[in-house]
């Protein structure tokens, strides 16, 4: 099993800013909206909480133990540009993966699906434009 030491600091900056930045996608797919942003941010931490303590795979329980829920400076602002930036950091998240410990990228994707799932249950349910938004991390995965 793979743990963070398997990993630089920059691939580890790189997977962990996937993972937050697919919550941000979904959680921005209907607009942002402030208060339903917050319970979707709270639902995913509670998903990343609960994955740091339960999920069999050290990978994923080390990057789960070690994400916070902030804002990335680095992603554009225009909702178009936020979600191209978002799809590229995912897919490179992925290959990293899938190259350094191929064997932990089916947990690697059930965590960040996980994440962005947990974002779009959290307020009324999954709704057409979270969908979409999760389709598209999806698809973006190795």
């Given at each position: 099993?793979?743990?963070?030491?398997?990993?630089?600091a920059e691939q580890w900056s790189s997977m962990a800013f996937a993972v937050e930045d697919s919550m941000m996608l979904v959680s921005v797919a209907n607009g942002p909206h402030f208060f339903e942003s917050m319970g979707e941010a709270t639902?995913?931490?509670?998903?990343?909480?609960?994955?740091?303590?339960?999920?069999?795979?050290?990978?994923?329980?080390?990057?789960?133990?070690?994400?916070?829920?902030?804002?990335?400076?680095?992603?554009?602002?225009?909702?178009?540009?936020?979600?191209?930036?978002?799809?590229?950091?995912?897919?490179?998240?992925?290959?990293?993966?899938?190259?350094?410990?191929?064997?932990?990228?089916?947990?690697?994707?059930?965590?960040?699906?996980?994440?962005?799932?947990?974002?779009?249950?959290?307020?009324?349910?999954?709704?057409?434009?979270?969908?979409?938004?999760?389709?598209?991390?999806?698809?973006?995965?190795?």
């Amino acid at each position: 099993m793979a743990t963070k030491s398997d990993f630089t600091a920059e691939q580890w900056s790189s997977m962990a800013f996937a993972v937050e930045d697919s919550m941000m996608l979904v959680s921005v797919a209907n607009g942002p909206h402030f208060f339903e942003s917050m319970g979707e941010a709270t639902a995913s931490a509670r998903y990343m909480a609960d994955q740091a303590k339960t999920n069999d795979s050290t990978l994923v329980r080390d990057l789960a133990t070690g994400l916070g829920m902030h804002r990335d400076k680095t992603l554009p602002r225009d909702l178009d540009a936020m979600e191209s930036a978002v799809l590229a950091r995912v897919a490179e998240a992925s290959k990293i993966v899938a190259d350094v410990a191929p064997d932990e990228l089916p947990a690697f994707k059930t965590f960040l699906l996980g994440v962005a799932n947990a974002a779009a249950q959290a307020k009324n349910g999954v709704d057409e434009n979270e969908q979409a938004a999760i389709d598209k991390i999806e698809g973006a995965l190795v």
